[in-house]
């Protein structure tokens, strides 16, 4: 039966509250995502952080308002076979307040016979506008930086940020890694949840294999024979890390660009940060002072992820060739980024 | 090939799992009576979880991509015409290899690299033209279809067929047509993602979860899909009797508004983005888990429609149909008002009659 106070002109409410209740109108958000950039790259991100459960709220921004909009629209429709999310979009960055972490993908491409130092500096430009919108709307936020070249593009967002530095991760290698363990779990017929190793570096053409601690099962790789009794010679496995190199060209070349690796290996990335899951990722953090790095330059080192943040970096047993290659990767990103105006 | 009908179940048939029921035809009290010809076996199947999307376009890649997220496969299949494009998507999902759980995903423009397939999904199709009629664009579908459709038979005779592609319930009835398969086995993705946008639109106004609002929208997904307002609710409750939060009541009227805005969405979507992907993407991956794990969860797919609510000649279109290994077990007697009935049978004839137009008989 329901009660005098519930009946309007005969129609009822569909919910009635327990009197004495004590409901806030407005609940706080426990996760929140912006996106910046709803490109292939950014809408991988945004709809894989919505399949694995990771978010209360997504904000996308952008500044192509048709496409933020239907790309927001999209995604919301997709409510009935999700968990209850917020999904919202804007051109403006005040929809990403109060974001746990914002996850920028927004950058220039490549023109045809364009120079790195020509391209960097139009995407310095660009982070200038973005950056410090991010920051004025989510001061505790931790920035998480995909856009290309995404080591330098990470130190001019922790530089612009005024942020602490664990506070401030690029994507880095942790796709390259990825890639890396896949291609030896295929040529071993195992998973690549056992094949345990980092590339580090630049996340580039001078990005470092760490052979030495790459291990199958917990063994080292440099001891075993695959399948087909094939053993691992350094050789061979430059040859293996040619092809991780040349991965993300090729699957330009074929498809125009990379979207699903890139997200999954982002919202990865957000799981460990968001749940504090202290997990260990080959990313692209502050590297001054590790492995004999003397520059001041973002690169990619183990590093543990939780809520606050890049944790620490891991201290893992180098052989001499692989520091020496790591310090000379730093070198390589450091000359780049000091021929940017800042 | 033999005669199923004269020789009993088919191998298929053989190794799939029972329905759990002895469905019969039109029994006026039961929930669900079986399509006419259908072939649901009694035995239990092993388990294996391989599917083929067809077309690596937006929508073909928003369904792999998701199936894979759910852990729904051990093999995934890619299949187009486009080399460079499909090698590329392929690459694409394997670099993902350490944030999946083990799938084996290949990809080749020869259907043989579909052989053996549970489930194969159907994407391709030509994008209307400038100026282009739905005859003509129909017809350069079916002969788009006439390609794949018996190319995907061949490899995965006991395969169940889903079809994405639009006009999506007369691309349904073709593959049928064309298959050869009982219609148990062929499926169109249909009002699945209508109706769920129609439990999102009404979630949100009441504020409540979209799982907690049940009802269907049927029919042609299109711009003739029936919403069945008779049997929406929430939370059980009829939604015809309440108002929301603000006050709002909810009568025919009003309910009409969030049908229209609920078939305007795609072209919404399309106009402000280019395409859909994403919700097509996940709809399609809820109707794969119900049949790959045998759910026998009830959705609004495109399937046969004949025999049932009075609709007596072959059309495909959506009605409540429960889901398992053995595809389409049943359809859900649902009952619907005169109006309703009346509406769904509009919507057969409008589809039957752009069959008869068509060079698909």
Request: contains cysteine.
């Amino acid at each position: 039966m329901s009660g005098d106070n519930m009946e309007r002109g005969g129609v009822k409410p569909l919910f009635v509250k327990i009197p004495g209740s004590d409901l806030p109108t407005q609940i706080e958000t426990r996760f929140k995502v912006t996106v910046v950039g709803v490109g292939n790259v950014g809408m991988a991100c945004a709809q894989t952080c919505l399949t694995e459960d990771l978010v209360d709220e997504l904000a996308l921004v952008d500044i192509q308002a048709d496409k933020l909009r239907g790309e927001m629209l999209d995604l919301q429709h997709a409510a009935a076979f999700l968990p209850r999310v917020k999904i919202v979009a804007d051109t403006d960055y005040a929809i990403s307040a109060g974001s746990d972490i914002c996850i920028v993908t927004a950058g220039a491409r490549q023109r045809e016979g364009e120079s790195r130092p020509s391209l960097l500096g139009r995407n310095l430009t660009l982070f200038k506008s973005i950056i410090p919108q991010l920051v004025h709307y989510s001061p505790n936020a931790i920035l998480l930086i995909v856009s290309n070249p995404v080591d330098i593009l990470t130190y001019v967002s922790w530089k612009l940020s005024g942020f602490p530095p664990n506070r401030v991760i690029g994507t880095g290698t942790n796709l390259d890694s990825s890639r890396l363990r896949f291609l030896i779990a295929d040529k071993f017929d195992v998973n690549a949840h056992n094949v345990h190793g980092y590339m580090v570096g630049e996340h580039g053409d001078s990005s470092v294999p760490l052979w030495s601690t790459l291990t199958l099962a917990n063994v080292p790789v440099l001891n075993v024979r695959d399948k087909n009794g094939v053993s691992y010679s350094k050789e061979s496995l430059q040859e293996l890390h040619r092809t991780v190199v040349e991965s993300a060209y090729e699957v330009i070349k074929l498809k125009g660009y990379t979207s699903w690796a890139i997200g999954y290996s982002t919202a990865s990335l957000v799981k460990s940060l968001l749940r504090d899951q202290r997990r260990i990722y080959p990313v692209s953090v502050r590297a001054k002072g590790f492995y004999g790095i003397e520059n001041e330059v973002y690169l990619s080192l183990p590093s543990q992820l939780g809520r606050a943040g890049v944790l620490g970096v891991a201290n893992v047993k180098m052989g001499e060739e692989e520091m020496q290659k790591l310090q000379q990767s730093a070198k390589t990103i450091w000359k780049l980024q000091s021929e940017l105006e800042f | 090939m033999s005669n199923r009908q004269d020789e009993g179940l088919s191998a298929f048939a053989r190794r799939m799992h029972a329905s759990g029921t002895n469905l019969e035809q039109h029994t006026p009290n039961s929930i669900f009576s079986r399509i006419p010809g259908s072939e649901i076996p009694q035995h239990k199947i092993k388990h294996s979880a391989k599917v083929t999307v067809v077309g690596v376009g937006n929508v073909g890649m928003a369904c792999a991509q998701t199936m894979l997220s759910a852990g729904l496969l051990n093999e995934l299949a890619l299949v187009d015409v486009l080399e460079d494009r499909l090698q590329g998507e392929l690459l694409d999902l394997q670099h993902s290899a350490a944030f999946l759980p083990r799938v084996k995903i290949v990809a080749d423009t020869d259907y043989g690299v579909s052989a053996d397939s549970d489930i194969c999904i159907v994407t391709a199709g030509a994008r209307q033209r400038e100026g282009e009629s739905r005859i003509d664009l129909l017809d350069r579908n079916v002969n788009l279809f006439k390609k794949i459709i018996p190319e995907l038979v061949r490899h995965s005779p006991d395969t169940i067929l889903l079809i994405v592609s639009n006009p999506v319930d007369i691309l349904a009835y073709v593959s049928w047509k064309l298959s050869g398969l009982p219609p148990n086995r062929v499926i169109g993705s249909g009002t699945n993602l209508d109706s769920s946008r129609l439990r999102s639109l009404l979630a949100d106004k009441f504020e409540v979860s979209a799982l907690n609002v049940h009802g269907y929208i049927i029919g042609e997904h299109g711009d003739n899909s029936v919403p069945l307002w008779s049997s929406l609710s929430v939370a059980n409750v009829p939604v015809l009797n309440f108002h929301d939060k603000k006050g709002v009541q909810y009568n025919k009227e009003t309910l009409e508004e969030f049908h229209k805005a609920v078939v305007k969405s795609a072209y919404e979507v399309i106009r402000l983005k280019g395409y859909t992907s994403w919700a097509i993407g996940f709809s399609v991956a809820s109707i794969v888990k119900s049949l790959l794990r045998d759910q026998m969860h009830v959705h609004p797919v495109s399937v046969l429609a004949n025999s049932f609510y009075g609709i007596d000649y072959d059309v495909f279109l959506s009605l409540p149909a429960q889901l398992g290994s053995a595809g389409v077990l049943g359809i859900a007697n649902l009952p619907i008002t005169e109006d309703e009935a009346q509406r769904l049978q509009n919507s057969a004839k409008i589809l039957r009659g752009m069959l008869d137009k068509s060079k698909m008989q």
